[in-house]
């Protein structure tokens, strides 16, 4: 936006538009760095804001502005859309205010685009239009597309008159002005040709169309300008001789009116008239790349500045530097053309100019839209986002200084000298919070008011925040701040931003009392901005916080559910529970059954529960931190029951084929639980070794498949039927048996390996049995199929129960490090971690040592060591080697590296140890077992395998959170009322947070799932029912540990019942029970 100021008249002669979202393209944030500067002065302060909401349907973006006659604003807006659309016009006073509201419009959409003040002092306002004779348009359209449409207004917004002026093209008005003798020049683009009003033939797809009117607005004579491209006006400026300078953008090459080929992708390209309108001269100035949008303004000797946006470096007629994608470059020529200099002023991304003014001093105020980063050296600290941004140079183009205002979605429409030296910035904002130096909520036009540079009187809140923390129930509270001035005493206003609160003092110098009731307050986090005004002096702003907190409603419980337990099996669950706003929860447990316990702020619980059988009840409760009156709680009843075989149905699965009973009337369900796509059939052929044809003559057949069957903890018995009904059965495919080889995998290990149909049954169409024991300890029964030649293939799955599987966890008994060199003869036995390192200088040197008993148990199924920790000395990932010794003679207290334990070892695992902290896990089934069958005690060593020079850091087991563990599974109960020596009762927060949780349950149409930090990536959520169909609710994008998300599954529409959630990733399983309500 440019608006010219005369010797002649002190109004501005022109204002109109940038529009930003036209050069936005892909780019949303604005970063404004360091400027080409040259002797800078202080920035200027803000004297004050003001906010003004608009009514409905009306804006809200602002496009142009310009002063008004009596110190005010006009106010040019825009909508969201053009469907519809009509020029909007609000006026502003001098303080912000809004004094009226006008829409101009007829029966489809007109885009406002300039407005300008006129001599009498009222206003003509214009755009482009292809509306008909219609509402406020007098005059039909010229064609189907846009004409250019201009209205005169008064002082007050009364129409006065309007005018059309198009061809059978497409005509956009871009700019306006008043000139000398009463009339106008209007400008944009065109592509009609000479028909309508316009009386020239276009040269190009758009050229520059001028229009020279009366007072009346009729047409005294009309130009085209262009090349053979694209040409665009931008501004237009009346010259000192009467004459006309046209400036705007160009990507023609010489033809046309144009005597200069084209320097890059656009030009300034400007041309010169006479007041007749005759071409007499025209000049391009451009770089490689886009030189765009110019706006013109006169110098005081006789020049012209030209400035608008360049993405060219230093070439052609650019010398300036490029800062960014687009900075604002100014062109300083004199009256014939000739360029004198031309400057950059930009940040490191994207900068945009909306106007340019002369002020008082000779000098030029450059408005435009900019941002700013934290790394940017010339900004205000106070602005995020983009925001108004305005440049002051001298009359050589040397930075005098620059101003950041905003934050969040603003936008400049133009900034403009004041008579006071003051400046205003106008624009819209389309944020609602106080942010940025925005001291009001809400969206609408913004205006801010800068004192000149020179002034230095100052207000100033002291302190600059208050903050008030109150309960929800009717409560007072008040707060001093001290309200100073830098010199003299001036008549003060105040304003909040906030309607209601907090209450204002009687506006003065000195101590003031801010006073808050959170009567009608609901529980939350409150800002309000106190805004301390005078008239000459920076405003002084005070941020009052305010927290209110629930102290009335208690929490509510999510539902935990009863449970059903193998005797000797750990109970771990999560308690959850919502809280009002600034409630602390407290978890806790009433008549707690022994041993069991809950982390009292996460609502971690843990129970070793007994081997006997029984039933036992006790209450999980939450509270509020001071407000024990304040609570929830539920009872949970825990039935231990020893599972017997004959209780729990075997799973019976026709692979491939449909429900089947056999002859001996065991039933097999259709095929259920699998993850594949093929599967193979065979007619009505005989299958020998077996009455069950039909089970055989379908298969699940495949590159790779798997099942993963719904099952609880145990030990079961799988046996897998086959037959061969393909090779030695179809012409030409013989039966040799290395024709078919696949694996089976169960839970991860492979009991089939390299298996032939035809080897073991010695014929095709012969039915054959594998069976093999697993250990299931996460809900479901993995198998995995995967071919070596031809198919992997299973005519049917049979899983039956064999004996329960207990889980038990405990921690070292001992463990330390040791350090070599200098301090091998220290022990580090208490620390609160355990570190290893590996260094060519021995003093650095450590390694670490745990020890565990295995007392109590008579037999190990599996056993895996857990360790929680993280490489603190470096990013790199650093390779732990886990060792087992067989010599246990040493102490937690007593180990030294000069007598750590030696004995035969064996190698058990190695992981990479990363810079973030997390679990590790490795297996020690042989290992444990082996110890087990001996002195029941066992001794690991960690150490770095390959000398990284690295501390590692694991926690210890005298750390409260995450200790080491051994976990154990068994089908033997502990041999003595004692549990296994060291296991513990209670598990630290983050621990317990490894199992994933889901809430509410139960559950009607969704429910939320918490992930645990046992799953690292990769994880997949199933859903299986009952009778084992999957549901495919499908798994959220970037779940991860702790990733917490909500799934619908009301689109199912499942029949209530008991439903299990199948928890995978790379890292580990678990199973969820989901109970669906009705």
Same mark, same amino acid.
């Given at each position: 936006?440019?608006?010219?100021?005369?010797?002649?008249?002190?109004?501005?002669?022109?204002?109109?538009?940038?529009?930003?979202?036209?050069?936005?393209?892909?780019?949303?944030?604005?970063?404004?760095?360091?400027?080409?500067?040259?002797?800078?002065?202080?920035?200027?302060?803000?004297?004050?804001?003001?906010?003004?909401?608009?009514?409905? @349907?009306?804006?809200?973006?602002?496009?142009?502005?310009?002063?008004?006659?009596?110190?005010?604003?006009?106010?040019?807006?825009?909508?969201?859309?053009?469907?519809?659309?009509?020029?909007?016009?609000?006026?502003?006073?001098?303080?912000?205010?809004?004094?009226?509201?006008?829409?101009?419009?007829?029966?489809?959409?007109?885009?406002?685009?300039?407005?300008?003040?006129?001599?009498?002092?009222?206003?003509?306002?214009?755009?482009?239009?292809?509306?008909?004779?219609?509402?406020?348009?007098?005059?039909?359209?010229?064609?189907?597309?846009?004409?250019?449409?201009?209205?005169?207004?008064?002082?007050?917004?009364?129409?006065?008159?309007?005018?059309?002026?198009?061809?059978?093209?497409?005509?956009?008005?871009?700019?306006?002005?008043?000139?000398?003798?009463?009339?106008?020049?209007?400008?944009?683009?065109?592509?009609?040709?000479?028909?309508?009003?316009?009386?020239?033939?276009?040269?190009?797809?758009?050229?520059?169309?001028? &229009?020279?009117?009366?007072?009346?607005?009729?047409?005294?004579?009309?130009?085209?300008?262009?090349?053979?491209?694209?040409?665009?006006?931008?501004?237009?400026?009346?010259?000192?001789?009467?004459?006309?300078?046209?400036?705007?953008?160009?990507?023609?090459? &010489?033809?046309?009116?144009?005597?200069?080929?084209?320097?890059?992708?656009?030009?300034?390209?400007?041309?010169?008239?006479?007041?007749?309108?005759?071409?007499?001269?025209?000049?391009?100035?451009?770089?490689?790349?886009?030189?765009?949008?110019?706006?013109?303004?006169?110098?005081?000797?006789?020049?012209?500045?030209?400035?608008?946006?360049?993405?060219?470096?230093?070439?052609?007629?650019?010398?300036?530097?490029?800062?960014?994608?687009?900075?604002?470059?100014?062109?300083?020529?004199?009256?014939?053309?000739?360029?004198?200099?031309?400057?950059?002023?930009?940040?490191?991304?994207?900068?945009?100019?909306?106007?340019?003014?002369?002020?008082?001093?000779?000098?030029?105020?450059?408005?435009?839209?900019?941002?700013?980063?934290?790394?940017?050296?010339?900004?205000?600290?106070?602005?995020?986002?983009?925001?108004?941004?305005?440049?002051?140079?001298?009359?050589?183009?040397?930075?005098?200084?620059?101003? @950041?205002?905003?934050?969040?979605?603003?936008?400049?429409?133009?900034?403009?000298?004041?008579?006071?030296?003051?400046?205003?910035?106008?624009?819209?904002?389309?944020?609602?919070?106080?942010?940025?130096?925005?001291?009001?909520?809400?969206?609408?036009?913004?205006?801010?008011?800068?004192?000149?540079?020179?002034?230095?009187?100052?207000?100033?809140?002291?302190?600059?925040?208050?903050?008030?923390?109150?309960? @929800?129930?009717?409560?007072?509270?008040?707060?001093?701040?001290?309200?100073?001035?830098?010199?003299?005493?001036?008549?003060?206003?105040?304003?909040?931003?906030?309607?209601?609160?907090?209450?204002?003092?009687?506006?003065?110098?000195?101590?003031?009392?801010?006073?808050?009731?959170?009567?009608?307050?609901?529980?939350?986090?409150?800002?309000?901005?106190?805004?301390?005004?005078?008239?000459?002096?920076?405003?002084?702003?005070?941020?009052?916080?305010?927290?209110?907190?629930?102290?009335?409603?208690?929490?509510?419980?999510?539902?935990?559910?009863?449970?059903?337990?193998?005797?000797?099996?750990?109970?771990?669950?999560?308690?959850?529970?919502?809280?009002?706003?600034?409630?602390?929860?407290?978890?806790?447990?009433?008549?707690?059954?022994?041993?069991?316990?809950?982390?009292?702020?996460?609502?971690?619980?843990?129970?070793?529960?007994?081997?006997?059988?029984?039933?036992?009840?006790?209450?999980?409760?939450?509270?509020?931190?001071?407000?024990?009156?304040?609570?929830?709680?539920?009872?949970?009843?825990?039935?231990?029951?020893?599972?017997?075989?004959?209780?729990?149905?075997?799973?019976?699965?026709?692979?491939?084929?449909?429900?089947?009973?056999?002859?001996?009337?065991?039933?097999?369900?259709?095929?259920?639980?699998?993850?594949?796509?093929?599967?193979?059939?065979?007619?009505?052929?005989?299958?020998?070794?077996?009455?069950?044809?039909?089970?055989?003559?379908?298969?699940?057949?495949?590159?790779?498949?798997?099942?993963?069957?719904?099952?609880?903890?145990?030990?079961?018995?799988?046996?897998?039927?086959?037959?061969?009904?393909?090779?030695?059965?179809?012409?030409?495919?013989?039966?040799?048996?290395?024709?078919?080889?696949?694996?089976?995998?169960?839970?991860?290990?492979?009991?089939?390996?390299?298996?032939?149909?035809?080897?073991?049954?010695?014929?095709?169409?012969?039915?054959?049995?594998?069976?093999?024991?697993?250990?299931?300890?996460?809900?479901?029964?993995?198998?995995?199929?995967?071919?070596?030649?031809?198919?992997?293939?299973?005519?049917?799955?049979?899983?039956?129960?064999?004996?329960?599987?207990?889980?038990?966890?405990?921690?070292?008994?001992?463990?330390?490090?040791?350090?070599?060199?200098?301090?091998?003869?220290?022990?580090?036995?208490?620390?609160?971690?355990?570190?290893?390192?590996?260094?060519?200088?021995?003093?650095?040197?450590?390694?670490?040592?745990?020890?565990?008993?295995?007392?109590?148990?008579?037999?190990?199924?599996?056993?895996?060591?857990?360790?929680?920790?993280?490489?603190?000395?470096?990013?790199?990932?650093?390779?732990?080697?886990?060792?087992?010794?067989?010599?246990?003679?040493?102490?937690?207290?007593?180990?030294?590296?000069?007598?750590?334990?030696?004995?035969?070892?064996?190698?058990?695992?190695?992981?990479?140890?990363?810079?973030?902290?997390?679990?590790?896990?490795?297996?020690?089934?042989?290992?444990?077992?082996?110890?087990?069958?001996?002195?029941?005690?066992?001794?690991?060593?960690?150490?770095?395998?390959?000398?990284?020079?690295?501390?590692?850091?694991?926690?210890?087991?005298?750390?409260?959170?995450?200790?080491?563990?051994?976990?154990?599974?068994?089908?033997?109960?502990?041999?003595?009322?004692?549990?296994?020596?060291?296991?513990?009762?209670?598990?630290?927060?983050?621990?317990?947070?490894?199992?994933?949780?889901?809430?509410?349950?139960?559950?009607?149409?969704?429910?939320? &799932?918490?992930?645990?930090?046992?799953?690292?990536?990769?994880?997949?959520?199933?859903?299986?029912?009952?009778?084992?169909?999957?549901?495919?609710?499908?798994?959220?994008?970037?779940?991860?540990?702790?990733?917490?998300?909500?799934?619908?599954?009301?689109?199912?529409?499942?029949?209530?019942?008991?439903?299990?959630?199948?928890?995978?990733?790379?890292?580990?399983?678990?199973?969820?029970?989901?109970?669906?309500?009705?």
């Amino acid at each position: 936006m440019h608006l010219h100021l005369s010797a002649h008249n002190p109004l501005p002669k022109n204002c109109f538009h940038r529009t930003f979202l036209k050069y936005l393209k892909p780019y949303m944030i604005f970063i404004l760095a360091a400027f080409f500067t040259g002797n800078l002065l202080a920035q200027p302060a803000v004297e004050w804001d003001k906010l003004q909401t608009l009514s409905e @349907n009306f804006g809200p973006y602002v496009r142009v502005a310009c002063p008004t006659a009596d110190g005010g604003l006009l106010v040019g807006l825009y909508p969201q859309s053009n469907v519809g659309s009509n020029y909007f016009i609000v006026k502003l006073d001098s303080k912000g205010n809004k004094e009226w509201e006008k829409t101009y419009g007829g029966n489809k959409e007109d885009e406002l685009q300039s407005v300008i003040p006129t001599s009498d002092g009222g206003y003509l306002i214009g755009g482009q239009s292809d509306s008909d004779a219609s509402g406020d348009k007098t005059d039909s359209a010229y064609s189907i597309s846009t004409d250019y449409w201009i209205i005169k207004i008064t002082a007050d917004g009364t129409k006065q008159w309007d005018k059309t002026y198009g061809g059978t093209g497409t005509d956009n008005l871009a700019t306006a002005i008043q000139t000398s003798d009463g009339g106008y020049l209007i400008g944009g683009l065109s592509s009609s040709p000479a028909n309508g009003i316009k009386s020239e033939n276009s040269y190009g797809e758009f050229d520059y169309w001028v &229009i020279k009117l009366d007072a009346n607005g009729n047409k005294q004579w009309d130009k085209t300008l262009g090349g053979s491209l694209r040409d665009r006006v931008s501004s237009l400026i009346q010259a000192p001789d009467g004459g006309f300078i046209v400036a705007g953008e160009s990507d023609s090459e &010489i033809g046309g009116n144009k005597t200069a080929d084209s320097k890059g992708s656009y030009d300034y390209w400007i041309v010169k008239l006479s007041a007749s309108g005759t071409k007499l001269w025209d000049k391009t100035y451009g770089g490689r790349y886009f030189d765009r949008d110019p706006i013109i303004t006169r110098t005081e000797d006789n020049g012209f500045l030209l400035a608008g946006i360049s993405s060219s470096e230093v070439e052609g007629d650019k010398t300036a530097p490029v800062f960014g994608d687009y900075d604002v470059w100014v062109v300083k020529i004199n009256s014939e053309g000739e360029k004198l200099w031309d400057k950059s002023y930009g940040g490191s991304d994207f900068d945009l100019i909306k106007s340019i003014q002369p002020t008082s001093d000779g000098g030029y105020l450059i408005g435009g839209i900019g941002g700013t980063s934290l790394s940017d050296p010339h900004t205000d600290p106070e602005l995020q986002g983009y925001g108004f941004w305005a440049v002051k140079i001298d009359a050589s183009g040397s930075k005098i200084w620059d101003r @950041n205002i905003g934050g969040g979605i603003v936008e400049l429409a133009g900034a403009f000298p004041t008579s006071d030296g003051g400046y205003f910035l106008t624009g819209h904002a389309l944020t609602d919070n106080v942010e940025g130096g925005k001291t009001e909520y809400g969206q609408g036009i913004w205006t801010v008011k800068l004192l000149s540079e020179s002034n230095d009187r100052k207000l100033t809140f002291s302190p600059g925040a208050l903050d008030f923390t109150l309960p @929800n129930m009717p409560a007072d509270s008040s707060r001093i701040a001290n309200l100073s001035a830098s010199t003299g005493s001036p008549d003060i206003s105040l304003r909040k931003s906030a309607a209601k609160w907090p209450d204002l003092p009687s506006p003065a110098l000195g101590s003031l009392a801010f006073h808050v009731n959170t009567e009608g307050f609901a529980p939350g986090r409150y800002i309000s901005v106190i805004s301390a005004t005078a008239p000459g002096y920076a405003r002084a702003l005070l941020k009052v916080n305010l927290t209110v907190n629930e102290v009335t409603n208690p929490p509510v419980l999510s539902p935990i559910g009863n449970k059903l337990l193998q005797p000797g099996e750990i109970l771990k669950f999560t308690a959850d529970a919502t809280a009002g706003f600034g409630q602390t929860k407290i978890f806790s447990l009433v008549n707690a059954p022994a041993g069991a316990a809950i982390d009292a702020s996460t609502g971690a619980f843990s129970w070793n529960t007994p081997w006997e059988s029984g039933t036992y009840q006790f209450n999980v409760r939450v509270s509020i931190a001071g407000f024990p009156n304040l609570y929830d709680e539920e009872t949970i009843t825990v039935i231990l029951k020893l599972t017997d075989p004959a209780d729990v149905p075997a799973i019976r699965i026709n692979a491939g084929g449909d429900d089947f009973t056999t002859a001996d009337g065991r039933v097999f369900q259709a095929d259920a639980f699998f993850n594949g796509r093929r599967t193979s059939f065979v007619g009505q052929v005989d299958i020998l070794n077996t009455p069950d044809d039909d089970l055989y003559r379908n298969t699940r057949s495949d590159d790779s498949f798997s099942y993963d069957i719904p099952v609880q903890t145990g030990v079961y018995k799988v046996t897998l039927h086959f037959a061969e009904i393909y090779w030695g059965v179809f012409p030409n495919r013989p039966a040799i048996d290395i024709r078919r080889k696949f694996n089976v995998e169960a839970e991860g290990q492979i009991k089939l390996d390299n298996y032939s149909i035809l080897r073991k049954a010695g014929a095709p169409l012969t039915a054959v049995t594998e069976t093999f024991e697993v250990d299931v300890r996460d809900g479901f029964l993995s198998l995995y199929f995967r071919k070596n030649a031809d198919r992997a293939s299973v005519a049917a799955i049979e899983v039956e129960f064999i004996k329960p599987l207990v889980e038990l966890s405990t921690k070292p008994v001992a463990d330390a490090y040791i350090r070599f060199g200098s301090s091998s003869q220290t022990n580090f036995g208490l620390e609160q971690t355990i570190d290893l390192k590996a260094n060519t200088n021995a003093d650095y040197d450590r390694a670490a040592y745990m020890k565990f008993s295995l007392a109590g148990l008579s037999s190990i199924n599996s056993a895996r060591i857990r360790i929680y920790g993280r490489n603190y000395e470096g990013s790199k990932t650093v390779q732990v080697g886990l060792t087992g010794i067989d010599n246990d003679n040493w102490t937690e207290t007593g180990i030294t590296a000069s007598n750590a334990p030696t004995g035969t070892s064996v190698f058990l695992g190695k992981f990479n140890s990363m810079r973030k902290a997390r679990f590790y896990e490795i297996d020690i089934t042989d290992f444990a077992k082996s110890q087990l069958a001996q002195d029941k005690t066992l001794t690991l060593i960690l150490a770095d395998m390959f000398a990284a020079n690295n501390r590692v850091i694991f926690n210890s087991r005298e750390n409260a959170v995450n200790p080491p563990e051994l976990i154990v599974t068994t089908t033997e109960p502990v041999i003595s009322s004692a549990r296994m020596a060291e296991s513990e009762t209670a598990d630290d927060a983050e621990k317990e947070t490894e199992s994933s949780i889901i809430y509410p349950n139960p559950v009607k149409d969704r429910f939320t &799932i918490r992930v645990g930090s046992r799953h690292q990536n990769a994880i997949g959520l199933s859903l299986v029912s009952e009778t084992g169909n999957m549901i495919p609710i499908g798994t959220p994008e970037g779940l991860h540990a702790g990733s917490v998300s909500d799934i619908d599954i009301s689109r199912f529409r499942l029949p209530a019942g008991i439903y299990l959630l199948h928890v995978q990733s790379a890292s580990n399983s678990e199973t969820l029970k989901v109970l669906l309500a009705n």
